[in-house]
């Protein structure tokens, strides 16, 4: 799930982001490789022995041909090879499965996007600036609502004490509600995983089932995806194959350890699929292409408003807006969970990317080159 960026990231991405992507020069890890290694493998090794990620998965779609390229190892301080498009924690990608299952519920008249959340959800947003009387759905799927995000609050830079801790959505709500509105709704937009925790318990109060039942039924399988799923309750471990995941435990002693299993139940409906990078490049070539929603309500979800993290960066509903070196723009969402991030989307002429690595810039190197370095490997994929 996406972290809270602090601004001198922010900065060197805006900066990272203006400057012209090339191709990464040959590494030590590359060196091994056949001298026609791709730019994108090129580009993925380096993640590997210049920011210290322990390995990267990415696939790629693009003129009718898939390929799936790894580099690093399964395994910190071992030498196992990194299965070709495995598992990882699909983080806040599973925000755009959510939204779209909102907006089958529209498309079916059950919901209405410019409707207090109050109608579905009576007298459960409230707090110090919070009313859901006015708040929107629309606005919680554009992260518009000023809602308080529930994540800044866990003790996440803590996680050792929460890896196997099993959280209750409106235990993790009355958390966020604790804290005051950031800025009245439709104001401004600040990304807030508060939000598709509520858009969750809306799917299910509407539809009476659980949500990981009704993103099962009306996504996972619509989209012909084998590899993506919901852990249930209890589950922490991570299907096979996969490489491993890292996170720091302690910061202040830069001590890493091992979080491949772990409980995910505070991701909920904003955060807790696993998947792999072939299905997640899938997902937004289906969404992208109208496979899982009518025009209309595909139409709504690509109305966007100014993200401020990188220039031309834009938020419709569950979907982000990314500009391309190359010209033109790539939908999809991406996801930063303990252990994992991934990144990618779908362009509207046909190429899809996912990409994965296995730990969190930061973990091993410097967070903000880090978190360059991997949009700038997205970039590659899309555009070499």
């Known amino acids: ?40 493998q090129k580009s ?23 390929r799936s390229l790894v580099a690093g190892s399964a395994r910190l301080g071992e030498r196992v090879p990194v299965p070709r498009d495995g598992y990882v924690r699909a983080g806040s990608n599973t925000k755009t499965f959510t939204a779209v299952v909102v907006l089958q519920l529209v498309a079916e008249g059950r919901v209405r996007l410019d409707e207090p959340v109050e109608t579905y959800l009576p007298g459960l947003v409230r707090g110090k600036g919070i009313d859901g009387r006015r708040i929107t759905v629309r606005q919680l799927l554009q992260h518009t609502s000023g809602l308080p995000s529930y994540t800044d609050h866990l003790g996440l830079e803590d996680f050792e004490e929460i890896q196997h801790r099993f959280f209750q959505p409106h235990d993790l709500l009355a958390t966020a509600l604790a804290h005051p509105a950031h800025f009245p709704p439709g104001t401004r937009w600040k990304y807030s995983n508060t939000n598709y925790l509520l858009a969750g318990l809306l799917i299910e109060r509407v539809t009476g089932r659980p949500v990981q039942e009704e993103m099962t039924r009306r996504v996972i399988r619509k989209a012909g995806l084998r590899h993506t799923y919901w852990p249930q309750a209890g589950d922490r471990s991570l299907r096979r194959p996969h490489a491993h995941g890292y996170a720091l435990s302690d910061p202040r002693t830069r001590r890493v350890m091992d979080v491949t299993e772990m409980d995910p139940s505070w991701g909920g409906a904003a955060g807790q699929l696993v998947s792999t990078p072939g299905d997640l490049a899938a997902f937004a070539r289906v969404l992208i292409d109208g496979g899982l929603l009518p025009a209309r309500q595909l139409a709504e979800m690509r109305k966007t408003v100014d993200a401020p993290l990188l220039p031309g960066w ?16 790539y939908w999809g969402h991406g996801g930063d969970i303990d252990g994992y991030e991934t990144r990618g989307g779908a362009t509207d002429d046909g190429r899809s990317v996912g990409l994965a690595v296995t730990a969190l810039p930061g ?5 903000e080159q880090g978190a360059v370095a991997v949009m700038k490997s997205v970039d590659t994929a899309f555009c070499a």
């Open 1 to 40: 799930m996406n972290r809270k960026i602090t601004s001198r990231l922010r900065k060197t991405l805006l900066a990272g982001a203006a400057a012209v992507l090339v191709g990464a020069t040959v590494t030590d890890a590359a060196v091994a490789r056949p001298p026609s290694a791709s730019p994108l």
């Open 44 to 66: 993925i090794d380096s993640l590997v022995s210049e920011e210290g990620f322990p390995a990267v998965l990415a696939t790629v779609n693009k003129d009718g041909r898939t």
């Open 363 to 367: 973990t091993f190197g410097d967070a």
């Open 314 to 329: 834009r938020y419709g509903l569950g979907v982000f807006s990314v500009p391309l070196s190359c010209g033109g723009v």
